[in-house]
Every structure is written in structure tokens, then in C-alpha cells.
């Protein structure tokens, strides 16, 4: 009796001791690192993934092979400002403080910054006990208020691209990155770097060597690749022996040197043993550039999509996007579900355990790239504001299922599309559906909120 006495204790004591050691595995596993790969302009159709036939993208096609590629997703809007605001704040376009990269003042038309109680990504992710990181474009920012740059936005460091002088200071030069706000600057020679993005990634390296390893970061890489105003490249060489004009060498040039920093930038998780437990993220801003010179049917940047940066035709908001993440995406996975840029922080809401911030509008897609039940969505919906009072600059879209309305105007009628037979957009089929089209009216209507820098129209009556 005493040694089955003595026998139920030590069993009962290594079950207990057994569960305590799970209890503390458990405490010990590391939420998983997030990388988020934003392109600058970068088109539908400007990746081997997505059809490109000349420009060479081999990291980034192996990414989708190995992980995730959607069919069917869409930027927040169709130029950067607005676009970058959604995605960083989950708000849809119609919602959002920024609606267009400058909106209208008494003094005319200026940048307008992110709302202060608008929560970033940082924000929360930085709540939820995250690093974070930033380096390159921000553009959602006064100049002038310190408080609206990214590293007081919720980024422990930010690198930051400026766009216009600060403060009054000596003019803008596109060889200089702003460290932490006005703290340091960073100068660097174009001749020293095959492109800016090289540059960016190296100090995106210094970030990384510098972070503790035991808690997990969130790092956001707003590259430049292959925005027409990059207009430098160090590197002089690649494609040139194909005889095209110059502006279209160094627009090929940029999207193939960008494919290679990302591929420095994994091969730099994974010596620090931190790539397995890491998600990413790529998508881009907008649709492709026909600024600078560049002709975007040159490589068929849109692929069979109507329309380019600045439209709210396909081509101007669908966007080549993609996830990779290490034992949670099964390889090779090719969706057409229907997403957004606002989805991203619900999805990464999701994804590190937190509640998704009130104002956001998406929905998360997480069951999406773990190969579960697909959420259902009502409708997308976008609204543009071009810095002008042409009617036409005021822009609207609303996507419901296969169904695209557009409008350019308000007073305008709207045009509609079945994308499933008509992908270009080419064969309006509005008349046919009249009580559809009443309610995308009504969803252009209401599915928004007034903005004095955005009025409805595009522009003061």
C-alpha cells in the first residue's frame, strides 16, 4: 500500500511537473516577426509571376511559388498618398483622412497628413509587443509637424524619404534619408549603390543587427522601386544590350534590382535564424506609372487591365500581391478571393492575437493564407481625389463580387462591368442593370464621410 502510495505521488508529480514545462515551452515561442514589401508603382503585370515575359523577378516568383499569390487584390486607392494611409491604417478610402497625395486648402492644394487618433500598424503592433522598423517612403505627413513622421507614428526607427523641405531648411535632394525624425540624416552617392533601394536595405541591416532577438519585429520596407521619379540608378549596365530607349532600361532596371534587394533581405533573416518564423507580405501602392517619360505599355505593365496610376479602372488599383510564411502557407496556393489594403491590419490583428482597432473597415484574411474557410465580403469600394476642379478628378469604384462600377465625375453616369467576362473593362453593361447600379449610387453616397480637404465632387460648390 505504501509503494503504490509512494508511486501515485511521483506520477502525480511528474504530470505536474510535465505540464508546467509545456506551460513554459509554451510562454517561450516567439509571436512570428512580420516583413511587409511595399512597391512603389510597381503594375499587375510587371512580375514573371504575374505574366511579365521580359523583366526578370526570380525572388519574387519563387515567393509566390512557394507561398501565396492573389489574383484578385486590390490597392487602397490608385495613387500613393491615399493608398499608403489605408493600408497603414485599415480605413477604406472613403473613410480616410487622405484621399488623394494632396488635398485642397485656402492656400490651394498641400499635403495632408494621417489623422493623430488614427492607430497605425506600429501602433498596434507595438502594443502587442513588437519592434518595429521603417525605412523609405512615408508620405503621409505635414513637413512641418515632426509628429505626423513615421517615427513618432508607432516605429521604434524610421528611415525616412522627405519629400519637400522641413521647416524652411536648404532645398530637397534626393541623396539623403532623415534618421528618427530630425535626430540624424544619412547622406549617400547614388555611384556607390546600384539603386536607392540597395541603400535602403543595407540600413535596414544596421536595424536588424541591432534589435533584441527574443522579441519578435515588425519591419516595413517602403521601397522606391519603380517609381518614374527614381530617376538615378547606379547601375548602367543591366539591360542595356536590349536597344530600348533609356527611360524604359532603367524602368526594367529598377523592378529586377528591387527583386534582388528582397532577395538580400531573406537571405539576411535567414542567417540570423529568424526567416522560419517570419510572415511576409509584398504587394505595391497603386498600378503603374505613366510618369517620366515611361510609356507603361511598353512592357505591358498592366497586363490585360484597362487603365494606370491615378485610375480607378483595374489597372489602377488591381495589384500584383503575395505571402510567404513557413509551415502556415501551403506552397503554391493561387487565390482569387477578393482583397484589399485596408485588410492588412485586420489580418495582422489576427495574426499576432489583438483586437483590430475600431476604425478599421477590412476584414482578415488570415484564413485565407492558412487554407481556411474564405470570410465573406459585401462590397470594396474607392474614392479618389485628383488635385484639380475638373469633374473628372473626382474618382469612385465599387467592386461587388464580380461586378465593377465606376464613375469619373459625379455627374457622370456610371459605368459598370462583369469582370469575370470582361477582365479590360471594355464592354459597359449599366443598362442591363439598373437596380444594381442604384445601389453602387447609394453605396458612392454613403459609404463615406465628409472630409474638408476631400469634398464630394472633387471640388467647392
Known amino acids: 500500500m505504501k509503494v503504490y502510495k509512494r508511486i501515485s505521488v511521483l506520477l502525480l508529480l511528474s504530470v505536474t511537473l510535465f505540464s508546467c514545462q509545456q506551460k513554459a515551452e509554451k510562454k517561450?515561442?516567439?509571436k512570428p516577426n512580420i516583413l511587409f514589401l511595399l512597391a512603389d508603382d510597381l503594375g499587375y503585370g510587371e512580375l514573371g509571376c504575374y505574366g511579365q515575359k521580359v523583366i526578370k523577378t526570380p525572388v519574387l516568383d519563387n515567393m509566390a511559388a512557394e507561398g501565396i499569390?492573389?489574383?484578385n487584390f486590390y490597392a487602397g486607392n490608385p495613387v500613393c498618398s491615399p493608398s499608403r494611409a489605408v493600408l497603414m491604417t485599415g480605413i477604406h478610402s472613403g473613410n480616410n483622412a487622405i484621399r488623394g497625395n494632396k488635398g485642397e486648402f485656402d492656400r490651394g492644394f498641400d499635403r495632408v497628413a494621417l489623422r493623430k487618433t488614427d492607430v497605425t500598424l506600429a501602433e498596434m503592433l507595438k502594443g502587442a509587443g513588437y519592434q518595429t522598423g521603417f525605412v523609405g517612403k512615408w508620405h503621409m505627413e505635414d513637413p512641418n509637424d515632426l509628429s505626423t513622421w513615421a517615427y513618432n507614428r508607432g516605429f521604434d526607427y524610421a528611415a525616412q524619404e522627405q519629400w519637400s523641405s522641413p521647416f524652411g531648411g536648404a532645398k530637397y535632394t534626393v541623396d539623403w534619408e532623415y534618421i528618427n525624425g530630425l535626430q540624424d540624416s544619412v547622406f549617400y552617392n547614388m555611384d556607390d549603390f546600384n539603386c536607392k533601394d540597395e541603400f535602403r536595405t543595407n540600413l535596414a541591416f544596421d536595424y536588424l543587427d541591432k534589435i533584441n532577438k527574443d522579441e519578435p519585429f515588425f519591419l516595413f520596407m517602403s521601397y522606391r522601386a519603380p517609381h518614374a521619379h527614381e530617376y538615378d540608378l547606379g547601375n548602367k549596365t543591366l539591360y542595356a544590350d536590349k536597344g530600348w530607349p533609356d527611360v524604359e532600361r532603367r524602368h526594367a532596371a529598377k523592378i529586377t534590382l528591387l527583386d534582388k534587394q528582397i532577395g538580400r533581405m531573406l537571405k539576411k533573416l535567414e542567417e540570423m535564424g529568424e526567416l522560419d518564423n517570419t510572415l511576409i507580405l509584398f504587394t505595391s501602392d497603386n498600378g503603374p506609372t505613366g510618369e517620366g517619360g515611361h510609356d507603361y505599355e511598353f512592357f505591358n505593365s498592366n497586363g490585360d487591365l484597362q487603365g494606370y496610376k491615378r485610375d480607378t479602372y483595374e489597372g489602377g488599383i488591381r495589384v500584383p500581391t503575395m505571402a510567404w510564411w513557413k509551415g502556415k502557407i501551403k506552397a503554391g496556393?493561387?487565390?482569387?478571393?477578393?482583397?484589399?489594403?485596408?485588410?492588412?491590419?485586420?489580418?495582422?490583428?489576427?495574426?499576432?492575437g489583438v483586437e483590430k482597432p475600431k476604425q478599421a473597415n477590412g476584414i482578415s484574411i488570415l484564413p485565407v493564407l492558412t487554407g481556411g474557410e474564405e470570410p465573406k465580403r459585401e462590397f470594396l469600394n474607392w474614392e479618389f481625389f485628383k488635385p484639380s476642379h475638373a469633374a473628372d478628378g473626382f474618382r469612385q469604384a465599387?467592386?461587388?463580387?464580380?461586378?465593377?462600377?465606376?464613375?469619373?465625375?459625379?455627374?457622370?453616369?456610371?459605368?459598370?462591368?462583369?469582370?469575370?467576362k470582361d477582365i479590360s473593362e471594355a464592354n459597359n453593361v449599366a443598362?442591363?442593370?439598373?437596380?444594381?447600379i442604384k445601389r453602387v449610387d447609394k453605396i458612392f453616397k454613403e459609404e463615406r464621410t465628409a472630409n474638408e480637404h476631400f469634398p464630394y465632387g472633387g471640388y467647392k460648390k
Do not use: C, H, W
Not at 465599387?398 to 469575370?420: Q, S, T
Not at 443598362?431 to 444594381?436: A, F, G, I, W
Open 333 to 352: 496556393t493561387v487565390s482569387d478571393f477578393i482583397g484589399s489594403g485596408q485588410d492588412f491590419m485586420a489580418t495582422l490583428a489576427e495574426v499576432v
Open 28 to 30: 517561450e515561442v516567439k
Open 431 to 436: 443598362s442591363q442593370y439598373p437596380e444594381l
Open 398 to 420: 465599387v467592386r461587388i463580387d464580380n461586378m465593377k462600377a465606376v464613375r469619373y465625375g459625379v455627374d457622370n453616369p456610371i459605368e459598370l462591368y462583369d469582370l469575370d
Open 69 to 71: 499569390r492573389f489574383t
